[in-house]
């Protein structure tokens, strides 16, 4: 086990699916991904000894419309101080998706409102002169098509974090905060299918019409998420490059 994936969702088979969207486009094995269900409030993260990154996959849960309040906060807070602990040791990389662009705004003093949520589909990304210099985004085109859905957006990101990349629909896309986690709005594990697979599980949790099923699902075909699906790949060989920078 080198990398681990903590997932703050419930239920078998979407957990499964996420895992398998994060193997096929890390990279990485089953022997080098753990995955770790946060499915109740008293889930615990368990030990980071040796691990060489950790990515923080999705979530039902929402800043701005709570599903289950008692559930999100525990877990949002336990995430949320693991990544201030863990921004300040240096040990390893985190990578977040979706949820964790708005938890950590919310939690660490930026703003977060619905004003420029996305529903399922697709979302122009346009990286800013830092993403350009980045030494995980910086590998990424200018433009690139990426695959969203979220209630939630973030309008102002937390002090000590850096706007790497933006979209017309979405201001903030990916941030930088401190040195060694990243956070991107949208699902750089999935592709059309993947997506297909990940919304048929929520079908009628306001990610889309759900009397546009059909034809939300037919708008994925075909896409080239390439550029997004690589930034897992680029986290994985930037955290084992910089393996051991801060002891």
């Not at 800013?128 to 859905?149: E, K, Q, S």
Request: charged share 20%.
């Amino acid at each position: 086990m080198t990398f681990v994936l903590l997932s703050p969702r419930s239920g078998a088979e979407v957990l499964a699916a996420e895992y398998a969207d994060f193997l096929s486009y890390s990279g990485l094995t089953p022997a080098e991904l753990e995955q770790r269900p946060l499915d109740n409030p008293g889930a615990d993260l368990g030990s980071f000894d040796g691990v060489e990154g950790v990515f923080i996959g999705g979530s039902p849960f929402t800043i701005t419309r709570p599903v289950d309040v008692e559930w999100q906060e525990a877990i949002s807070q336990k995430l949320v101080d693991f990544i201030q602990v863990e921004s300040e040791r240096q040990r390893f990389g985190i990578f977040s998706t979706c949820y964790g662009t708005s938890m950590l705004a919310h939690y660490l003093d930026g703003e977060v409102n619905s004003k420029y949520s996305e529903s399922a589909g697709t979302s122009e990304v346009s990286l800013t002169d830092a993403g350009r210099v980045d030494p995980i985004t910086g590998a990424l085109p200018d433009r690139f098509t990426a695959l969203t859905g979220h209630k939630d957006s973030v309008v102002r990101v937390p002090a000590e974090a850096t706007l790497l990349a933006t979209g017309e629909t979405c201001p903030v896309q990916i941030y930088r905060y401190r040195e060694n986690v990243w956070t991107s709005q949208f699902h750089p594990e999935m592709d059309a299918a993947g997506i297909t697979r990940r919304l048929s599980f929520y079908e009628d949790e306001g990610y889309c019409d759900p009397a546009e099923i059909a034809e939300t699902y037919a708008r994925f075909e075909g896409q080239d998420t390439a550029a997004a699906n690589s930034l897992l790949r680029c986290f994985v060989e930037h955290s084992r490059s910089s393996l051991g920078m801060v002891s």
